[in-house]
């Protein structure tokens, strides 16, 4: 693995970067680079996701759901005010859960790409 990755991997949440590992595993160094580089920029912290959970009480219900790629989700949510709320509250508690299946896809839509690319 490239040395110079271990700190980008270092500052993720420890699921988040054994999910990367078996990507990274099959790169070279330059594809290992690109790929973080990529990654990093697309990725959503689940910190973002939780706040834009809560500006769902006060003003935009379903912001959490139009950031992670999820149109038809968040246009549900934004003109129903979450599904009364109730929608919204589940999303308090699952905003990691939301974030990490969004950085997986995301990771391997980049492994892909650069494998296409290549």
């Known amino acids: 693995m490239n ?13 988040e970067a054994n999910g990367l ?4 595993q099959g790169m070279s ?8 580089s990529i990654y990093l920029s697309k990725r959503r912290d689940p910190v973002l996701i939780l706040i834009c959970t ?4 006060v ?3 379903g912001l959490q759901r ?3 790629d999820r149109i038809g989700l968040g246009l549900l949510y934004f003109f129903t005010g979450g599904f ?6 589940i999303d308090l508690f ?9 950085n997986e896809k995301i990771a391997h839509q980049t492994a892909s790409m650069l494998a296409n690319f290549n």
Not at 21 to 24: A, F, R, S
Not at 31 to 36: D, N, R
Not at 54 to 57: E, N
């Open 3 to 15: 040395s110079n990755i271990l700190p980008q991997l270092a500052s993720l949440d420890l699921a």
């Open 59 to 61: 003003c935009f219900a």
């Open 94 to 102: 699952r905003y990691k859960s939301i974030a990490r299946a969004y």
């Open 29 to 36: 160094e330059e594809q290992q680079s690109q790929f973080m």
């Open 66 to 68: 139009f950031i992670t």
């Open 84 to 89: 009364l709320l109730i929608g919204t509250i």
């Open 21 to 24: 590992t078996p990507i990274l």
């Open 54 to 57: 809560l500006a769902g009480f």
